[in-house]
Every structure is written in C-alpha cells, then in structure tokens.
C-alpha cells in the first residue's frame, strides 16, 4: 500500500511543451511538498502546501506553478518546458511543517528534449 | 554562504569495515540536521534528526553523531544492503533548507 505516489515515473518530452505531474498521499498528513533532484544528486526543496495553503515557495521560475485540490493531493504543472528543467522531481508528505522528516514518492524523471 | 558539503563523494568498503560519512555545515543558526538514504531509483528516506551539538543518534548498524561544525553518519561493520546515497540536509533559522549531493556508498560482499 503505497504511501507517497506519483505519476508519471518516466516523462520525457519536447521543449516549450506543458506537462503535470500529480501526487497522492494516504498517510493522513497535512503538509506536501515538491523536491527537486538535478543529476549531481542535489536536492531542493520548491514548494510546501500546508492544508491545501502555500507555505513555502522557494526560489522557482513563475512557470512552475503547484496546485492542491485537497490535503492528500499536491500536483506539480510545469509550462513552457526548458532543457534545465530536466530533473527528478519527489513530492513528500510529513506531519505539520517537518519538511525534512517528509516520506517521499518515488521520483518522475522528467527528460526535457 | 550557507551550504552542506559531505565526504567522501563515494566510498567502497568490503562487508564488516567500519567507516564514517562526513557532513559539515555552515548555516545562520541550526535548527536541525537531517540524514537520508537514498536507493536508486527512490526517494529519500528520513534516517535521523539531530539538533544540538553532543547528540547521537542509532539505528541498527549506523550511528550519527553532531558537532557545531559537522556530522558523521558512523557504519559499523556494513553489509552489502548497506549499499546506497546517504544524504545530509540542515534546516537553519528562518526556515532555510539545505542540502549535500550525498556520499555513494558501496559495501561489497
């Protein structure tokens, strides 16, 4: 039963494309976030949804915009695709606002081409 | 500059070799330090929270440890199930986290 899920795992598509990655969690928590990896492993957190609520919006381009229709649900909508945007991105979930003691999904590889 | 650097960037040790991983920190003031381990493929998965300087945490065969400059993620006598990324993550005042690249570690049997 999965705790964290994502979809796609895999994404590969075009410059200048639109593209959404959704996520769910069913482990009752109240806040979610979006992760992203680059391919030096290096993690930064983008956004934290608090009750549906934007908590955090770290430094990110206008193009990425999250949207949470409900607590268990945080999806990621991504326009005008770049090449850079290529990463794996993680949604997590945690308890209050522990944003480092998040439970993550198991990735999208987005491959921008 | 606020960052985490961890060392080594990987490391191979053969079954039953103890080592450590290192994270040293400078940040504006620690809130708290994060350590993950991360398959292939996976996400991160929350190992240990430390937030003073002194404390030690354990699970099974990994032991962290905290200074007010660095952190180390002790390996005693790893198996090869041992065998990942571990990644450290500091949050500082005002809400501000950060993250290593992580120490690739491989046990072999």
């Known amino acids: 039963d999965t705790a964290v899920s994502q979809t796609p795992k895999y994404l590969v598509t075009q410059m200048g494309n639109d593209k959404s990655i959704k996520c769910e969690q069913n482990l009752g928590h109240d806040t979610m976030y979006w992760y992203k990896q680059d391919s030096k492993k290096f993690l930064k957190i983008m956004f934290s949804?608090?009750?549906?609520?934007?908590?955090i919006n770290e430094t990110v381009p206008n193009r990425f915009s999250p949207k949470s229709p409900d607590k268990a649900h945080l999806n990621l909508h991504i326009n005008s695709l770049e090449l850079g945007d290529s990463a794996v991105y993680f949604c997590a979930s945690s308890l209050s606002l522990e944003a480092l003691k998040a439970f993550f999904g198991q990735g999208t590889r987005l491959t921008v081409v | 500059e606020d960052q985490v650097t961890q060392s080594p960037e990987a490391l191979r040790l053969q079954e039953g070799e103890s080592s450590s991983l290192n994270c040293s920190y400078t940040v504006s003031g620690l809130r708290g330090l994060f350590w993950y381990r991360q398959d292939p493929g996976k996400g991160p998965e929350f190992l240990f929270t430390?937030?003073?300087a002194g404390e030690e945490k354990e699970k099974e065969r990994l032991k962290a440890t905290l200074t007010k400059k660095e952190s180390f993620l002790h390996i005693t006598a790893p198996k090869p199930e041992d065998s990942a990324t571990y990644l450290c993550?500091?949050?500082?005042?005002?809400?501000?986290?950060?993250f290593g690249t992580g120490t690739s570690l491989t046990v072999i049997p």
């Open positions: 949804y608090n009750n549906k609520e934007l908590i």
């Open positions: 430390l937030y003073s």
């Open positions: 993550a500091v949050q500082a005042t005002g809400n501000q986290f950060y």
